[in-house]
Structures are given as structure tokens and as C-alpha cells.
């Protein structure tokens, strides 16, 4: 079966600092990958997702940045964290055909102080 | 772009049926509706999906008319644990890029 991991769960960084928070997928071959943010009482953004090993898609332009170096693995990155960085961070993947349900990881809390 | 449009919250009292509609106008020929349930500080999880007219899971029922520009997951006699936001999610961009809307968050009254 198909198991994805999330680290850290929790994360407490000051502004400036840098981030990298990485996302594994078990059991499957070839997956979409995605990274979400979703602020205190609001809905998922997306942030970038990726449809093969070093294929990025951006979808809102910020100080991150995402990176998929091996096939299951998904890794979201920052130089310098910013207040607004602070949120959940869920990553997710999903088989390629059309109507290919996703699957979410457990999440990573980060709060930038 | 398949935009969807679902109310903001709701409120049902136990053991009663909840009916929430999406709105997706613009979908197209080859969009599946999907449907996801989240609780507080958990990833959404998939409830049911469908393509047109009628399809029933051990969880809810999704109603989709013959033009496809609406859809309404049926939760059938919610308990307090079925309190969550509910997303409904469209093919946007193509089947790639998957991207939530601001969902309905249920909350069952005792």
C-alpha cells in the first residue's frame, strides 16, 4: 500500500531563517507531487507541484521554492522565512490519470516568528 | 478555468441529512467532480467522485444533473463527527494541477 511522510510535524523558525521541509511517498511509481499552505482558518493553497523528477510548477510567486530531486521525493524550501510563511503545510500526491484521487501526507505546522 | 462555488458554512443537527451544492459552470467535457472532507490539522480525504448522475459510497451520495454545472454530496444522517470542512474540486488546468476552493465547513449540533 501507498504511504506518504511529512517532516518535521512541527516546526518553530525565526524570520530570516531558511526552510526545508521534505515529503516522501512509499508504494508507488511515477506520482504527481504537491506542496499546499493552509493559513489559520482558510482553504488550501497551492504552492507548486511537480509531474515527474525535476519538473516544477509554481503557482504563486513568493520566497519559496520546491525541488523534486528523486522520483517520491518532494521538498519545499525558503532562503529566508517571512511572518506570512507561518501556516500547515500539506504535501500530496495522485496518479497520473485524470480522475486519480489524492492522497495527503500528515502535515507540517510551521510557526515564523 | 472550472471555478467552483460552495457556501461557506452550514449547520445541521444530528441524525439529519446535509446536502451541499457546488457550482462549477465552466467544467469540462473531461472533468471529474471530486469531493474531500477535512478535519482541523489533518490533509483532506477523499469522500466520492463522479462524472454524471448518481454515485453512492459506504460514506455519502453525489448527485450530478445532466449538464454537469452543479453537484450536491449528500451526507446521510451526520453524527458530531462528521463536523469539517468539505471541498468540492473540478479538473482545473487539466488533471494535473489540482486546486481547493475556500470549501463548506459543516458544523453538527447535538
Known amino acids: 500500500s501507498q504511504t506518504i511522510h511529512q517532516w518535521p510535524a512541527t516546526l518553530v523558525q525565526p524570520v530570516g531563517s531558511p526552510l526545508s521541509l521534505e515529503c516522501t511517498v512509499e508504494?508507488?511509481?511515477?506520482?504527481?507531487l504537491y506542496w499546499y499552505r493552509q493559513a489559520a482558518g482558510r482553504g488550501l493553497q497551492l504552492l507548486f507541484y511537480s509531474v515527474g523528477i525535476g519538473q516544477i510548477s509554481s503557482e504563486v510567486p513568493q520566497n519559496l521554492s520546491a525541488s523534486r530531486p528523486q522520483d517520491r521525493q518532494f521538498i519545499l524550501s525558503s532562503k529566508k522565512l517571512l511572518l506570512s510563511d507561518s501556516g500547515f503545510y500539506l504535501c500530496a500526491w495522485k496518479g497520473s490519470g485524470r480522475g486519480d484521487e489524492q492522497f495527503f501526507g500528515p502535515g507540517t505546522r510551521l510557526t515564523v516568528l | 478555468l472550472a471555478k467552483t462555488t460552495q457556501p461557506i458554512s452550514m449547520d445541521s443537527y444530528e441524525g439529519q441529512e446535509v446536502n451541499i451544492t457546488c457550482s462549477h459552470n465552466n467544467i469540462a467535457t473531461n472533468d471529474y467532480i471530486t469531493w474531500y472532507q477535512q478535519f482541523p490539522s489533518q490533509g483532506p480525504r477523499f469522500i466520492i467522485q463522479?462524472?454524471?448522475t448518481k454515485v453512492t459510497n459506504e460514506v455519502a451520495s453525489l448527485f450530478i444533473p445532466a449538464d454537469r454545472k452543479s453537484s450536491t454530496l449528500s451526507l446521510p444522517r451526520v453524527s458530531l463527527s462528521d463536523t469539517a470542512v468539505y471541498y468540492c474540486?473540478?479538473?482545473?488546468?487539466?488533471?494535473?494541477?489540482?486546486?481547493f476552493g475556500t470549501g463548506t465547513k459543516l458544523q453538527v449540533i447535538p
Open positions: 463522479g462524472y454524471k
Open positions: 474540486l473540478v479538473g482545473v488546468g487539466g488533471y494535473q494541477k489540482v486546486t
Open positions: 508504494g508507488t511509481s511515477n506520482p504527481n
